[in-house]
């Protein structure tokens, strides 16, 4: 009888513990905070950047941004931004990551801050 109860009051406490920490369990993952999209401040001119100024883009890595020169080398430089999903493994998702950061003319001056 003693055992029955003993185990009936930790049944008891461990759904009430399950109950209280279910909604916490249920919540999705926290969107990245706007301090964290900021850490980019300036653009990069596509049709004169290097690799590692274009590799500081959103989504852009080392093999990319060498794509992107050479598409640029075969190719010409770009008119608009849009050109951007010319380059094989853009699409217009990547292109509307990095396009706050993107030029077609004047300096590169993407920093990471």
């Known amino acids: ?13 461990m759904l009430l513990l399950l109950f209280a920490a279910g909604p916490v369990l249920a919540e999705p993952p926290a969107a990245p905070s706007p301090a964290a999209k900021a850490q980019l ?12 100024q274009l590799a500081l883009l959103p989504g852009i890595g080392p093999k990319m941004a060498e794509s992107i020169i050479a598409y640029r080398t075969s190719v010409g ?3 608009s931004i849009e050109d ?9 998702k ?5 396009r706050p950061y993107l030029s077609v003319k ?6 990471k801050g």
Do not use: W, Y
């Not at 009888?1 to 049944?11: A, E």
């Not at 951007?84 to 217009?92: A, Q, S």
């Not at 990547?94 to 990095?98: A, C, D, N, P, V």
């Open 94 to 98: 990547s292109l509307e990551k990095m």
């Open 106 to 111: 004047g300096e590169t001056t993407l920093k």
């Open 77 to 79: 430089t770009f008119s």
């Open 1 to 13: 009888m003693k055992h029955t109860r003993t185990c009936i009051k930790t049944l008891a406490i």
């Open 41 to 52: 401040q300036g653009t990069v001119n596509i049709n004169t950047a290097d690799a590692t």
């Open 84 to 92: 951007m999903v010319n380059v094989k493994g853009i699409g217009p």
